[in-house]
């Protein structure tokens, strides 16, 4: 930084004589830090491609950073079918032109609702070709304050100055590792947004821990895989949604009218799913009142359709693990009541919190001047932090606008809040 100010000095030249040593240099600072744009989006997952895509049509300026749908690509498993239903799944675009619908017609893919998760993965792909075509791969290393709003220094030591941020990195690293498990190493002991693939634990013993759609999912991967999967978890597992073995209807005026007292994102218990779907009143409820609604439409579940392929799942519900150790290269698991279980390796299917600050990016002084809760920023109407023009969407805004932040569906609501916002925070 020191070296631009000096050779925009030495530019300036005589027009700078007249200044103090203190105001030339402040004066230099002030054409280095000129922004490079008006608002740089920081992830290119789903929610990160409709807000560049929604801004950019409201004309303004924006700049995208981030691999498309590397989340999507890297940690979530290739033979993953998608929970969300296929009207719950389309990108949000601001002319409808870029849906699922389209994608499916143009791909020759039948809409339907067990579509798998490289279905879902090209389909982020051709939208990010579509709706922000100049996407700048290049990953942000840190985001720090600007003169002119805030800089972003990429992995390659360039530094772009945007007068506004907005963060869309999803569950990036916000795996949650039960204190337990956090001493083993990794060879042991992995998440499952550590694998997209399970072949390598052929022939293993695999303990799955967890009765989450990731952790039911994961088990009946690994024992297609090959593996012997045990599943521990607390409680019994809760399967949600239509079973297709059985012979429910999926037409006629009966299946339609199920179908439209249903949300299409499917999130959450019967009257609570449509009260999240409208986020606007959901954050106006007393903060207590949101977690305890967060925690019901939230709930450890697993689709239906898994049943079907969990018939070499042996199931171990109603225990906790107590403590895990490693043992001649295994995992032994002391639970409760007394038993203990041996495994080749341990995969926690124990979902995710969020904490901004295991993002990476974010120094300590900027993280410090963020008023948070349990590690999720506390957001505005605009999806702005209390640091002004710092504004995160995605999982990271579920504390302040509610569960449909953790699907697609979501990106519908937050893309025009956050333009209307923006619009009318312009200078």
């Not at 799913?273 to 986020?279: G, K, T, V």
């Not at 990476?360 to 948070?372: A, D, N, Q, S, T």
């Amino acid at each position: 930084m020191e070296a631009e100010i000096v050779n925009v000095l030495n530019r300036l030249g005589s027009h700078t004589r007249h200044l103090t040593p203190r105001h030339a240099v402040e004066a230099a600072a002030a054409r280095v830090e000129r922004p490079g744009c008006e608002v740089a989006v920081i992830g290119a997952g789903p929610y990160g491609l409709a807000v560049a895509a929604h801004l950019r049509a409201a004309g303004i300026e924006t700049r995208t950073f981030g691999r498309p749908m590397s989340f999507w690509r890297e940690h979530m498993p290739r033979a993953m079918v998608m929970r969300s239903p296929w009207r719950g799944s389309h990108i949000a675009d601001p002319g409808n032109r870029f849906t699922l619908d389209r994608f499916a017609r143009a791909a020759g893919i039948a809409p339907r609702d067990q579509f798998s998760r490289q279905e879902f993965l090209d389909y982020g792909l051709w939208f990010q070709r579509r709706a922000v075509p100049d996407l700048d791969s290049r990953l942000v290393a840190r985001l720090e304050p600007a003169r002119a709003g805030y800089r972003l220094v990429l992995e390659d030591g360039e530094s772009v100055i945007a007068r506004r941020v907005v963060l869309a990195l999803g569950l990036a690293n916000q795996a949650l590792i039960p204190p337990e498990f956090d001493h083993l190493p990794g060879e042991l002991v992995s998440h499952t947004a550590d694998h997209a693939d399970f072949a390598a634990f052929r022939g293993r013993r695999v303990a799955v821990i967890g009765r989450g759609q990731s952790a039911c999912e994961s088990a009946a991967l690994l024992s297609e895989a090959g593996a012997g999967v045990e599943l521990v978890a607390r409680g019994g597992v809760r399967w949600i949604g239509r079973d297709p073995s059985r012979s429910a209807p999926t037409s006629g005026l009966a299946w339609a009218l199920r179908k439209a007292a249903v949300p299409p994102s499917e999130v959450g218990p019967p009257h609570l799913n449509w009260l999240i779907e409208a986020p606007w009143l959901y954050r106006r409820l007393p903060e207590d009142v949101r977690e305890s609604i967060a925690a019901r439409c939230l709930l450890p579940a697993a689709s239906a359709w898994l049943r079907a392929r969990f018939d070499r799942v042996r199931v171990t519900s109603g225990v906790r693990v107590i403590s895990a150790r490693e043992t001649g290269g295994k995992v032994e698991l002391r639970l409760s009541g007394g038993r203990t279980a041996l495994a080749d390796h341990v995969l926690l299917g124990t979902g995710f919190h969020v904490d901004i600050a295991k993002y990476g990016l974010l120094p300590k002084e900027v993280l410090e001047r963020i008023e948070r809760t349990g590690g999720s920023p506390r957001l505005d109407d605009g999806y702005q932090s209390s640091l002004p023009g710092l504004h995160f969407v995605g999982s990271s805004s579920v504390a302040s606008h509610g569960p449909l932040m953790r699907f697609v569906w979501g990106s519908r609501y937050t893309t025009r809040r956050l333009t209307q916002a923006l619009r009318r925070g312009r200078p």
